[in-house]
């Protein structure tokens, strides 16, 4: 049983670009959500993905925009890239939306913004 | 959201018991507790979680103060791969994002 995948591991781009990531999540599980975490700080709640739509939202711009397809997966998407997103973005995922007391985390995609 | 205070940073050494506390002084009545820790180079995972009794499983036990403004995750005997950073994160009940901190970095020594 896999569990949650994303893709790239790694990633660099320059000021100004646009990327997207991708997550899949653990078989079974219908809820997606990302964080940010940078460097030698905990986690940073970004959004959740259920049934297709946006459920929660954390503080951020509204230069990261995401997607969850029929399948379950997911992408974020961050536009005008800042040196300030460089992070690592962890995908996570569970089920429902009602109390997800476990919730399943990919190893991460590390960004690297110049 | 609750606040919590965790240490930045603890030792033990390889086979001896552990204890990382947490204070959540702010926590409302249904939210839970729960703990993640984070593997170097890895995504959290999940550990445990309780609301008011002491919890067990195969991985920790979690001691919940009876006022419930504290908590204290055990690990019966470190190893090695327990080294990692420990996050106590109050939880809204129906709420599925996580707040983490900054945690406690646990050190293994072997």
């Known amino acids: 049983d896999a569990g949650v995948t994303q893709s790239p591991t790694h990633l660099i781009k320059t000021r100004g670009q646009q990327v997207t990531l991708r997550c899949s999540p653990k078989?079974?599980?219908?809820?997606v959500s990302w964080y940010q975490q940078a460097l030698g700080q905990g986690p940073q709640f970004i959004f959740q993905y259920y049934e297709e739509e946006e459920r929660q939202r954390g503080n951020f711009p509204d230069r990261f925009s995401g997607h969850q397809f029929p399948n379950y997966s997911s992408e974020l998407n961050v536009n005008a890239l800042l040196l300030g997103d460089s992070a690592l973005y962890l995908c996570?995922?569970?089920?429902?939306?009602?109390?997800?007391?476990?919730?399943?985390f990919g190893p991460g995609t590390r960004l690297t913004v110049l | 959201d609750a606040k919590t205070t965790q240490p930045n940073s603890m030792e033990s050494n390889e086979e001896e018991p552990v204890h990382l506390p947490c204070n959540h002084s702010t926590i409302s009545g249904t939210d839970y507790i729960h703990w993640y820790r984070q593997l170097p180079s890895q995504g959290p995972e999940y550990v445990i979680h309780?609301?008011?009794s002491n919890v067990n499983n195969r991985m920790a036990s979690l001691a919940i103060a009876e006022d419930r403004k504290s908590s204290t995750l055990i690990l019966h005997r470190a190893t090695l791969r327990d080294a990692a950073v420990y996050y106590c994160?109050?939880?809204?009940?129906?709420?599925?994002?996580?707040?983490f901190g900054t945690g406690t970095r646990l050190t293994v020594i072997p």
């Open positions: 078989s079974g599980h219908d809820t």
């Open positions: 996570a995922s569970s089920f429902g939306l009602a109390g997800a007391y476990e919730q399943f």
């Open positions: 309780g609301l008011t």
């Open positions: 994160i109050p939880q809204i009940k129906g709420a599925n994002n996580l707040f």
